[in-house]
């Protein structure tokens, strides 16, 4: 089974310092990781996605994320944070096995979500 | 081209009573995830569906919760019997085929009072 933690429910950074959201993962195959942004009362929108192409990946917005298979972490950083960066953050794991006839990057399991607060 | 729509976007129902949300998806895109995010929680997979076929329940409820997906129109989730622990958000994705990404509408939000 898959299982995803995100290792703070709330971060608060300064508007201009670095932001550091942590996850670590868990899966029983090679699993395809990806970073959900989720603002007030809207959608989720997809940040960056890892599906074992190069370790260090970039997203939008500034965003990036290192998967360390070694660690099984997928930690999501941005060098300067904005105060539009305050939002919901998650973490998610899909495995790439097979099941009911294939892989399927729509079956996702989230993790619990960190908050991200920005002050000016 | 339009992304996932969802519909409505904020529902209050009465405990008893019937709760349908509706989700269409992008255009070009016959697969179909339902996820239900309850207060100060993640979201939690409950249903994949393809065009008139569930491909995987294996999150839905086992009772009062069903899903369809039919050939024409846009994709059911239909709750029976509403309790005021179905009070949640309610996210459809949608993907092209099965091994692309998803994208995911705005969600609905049941209330139930």
């Known amino acids: 089974a898959q299982s995803v933690t995100q290792l703070d429910s709330h971060v608060s950074v300064s508007e201009g310092t670095p932001v550091l959201l942590r996850c670590n993962y868990s899966?029983?195959?090679?699993?395809?990781l990806f970073w959900y942004v989720q603002h007030p009362n809207k959608g989720l929108q997809l940040l960056l996605k890892y599906t074992s192409a190069a370790t260090l990946v970039k997203g939008i917005n500034g965003f990036e994320a290192e998967f360390k298979k070694s660690e099984t972490s997928f930690h999501l950083t941005k060098p300067s944070a904005h105060m539009s960066d305050a939002a919901e953050y998650f973490c998610v794991v899909s495995d790439t096995r097979d099941f009911a006839g294939g892989t399927s990057y729509g079956k996702l399991t989230f993790g619990q979500g960190t908050i991200l607060t920005v002050h000016p | 081209n339009a992304g996932v729509m969802q519909n409505p976007r904020h529902l209050v129902r009465r405990r008893g009573q019937e709760a349908r949300l509706r989700c269409s998806p992008m255009?070009?895109?016959?697969?179909v995830y339902w996820y239900r995010q309850l207060p100060e929680e993640g979201l939690k997979f409950m249903v994949y569906?393809?065009?008139?076929?569930?491909?995987?329940e294996s999150g839905m409820p086992k009772e009062r919760f069903s899903a369809e997906f039919p050939k024409e129109g846009p994709s059911i989730l239909r709750i029976q019997q509403v309790v005021r622990g179905d009070s949640a958000a309610y996210f459809c994705a949608s993907s092209r085929q099965r091994n692309t990404e998803a994208f995911f509408g705005q969600g609905t939000r049941l209330t139930v009072v």
């Open positions: 255009k070009g895109h016959s697969h």
């Open positions: 569906l393809q065009k008139e076929n569930i491909i995987d």
């Open positions: 899966s029983s195959y090679s699993p395809s």
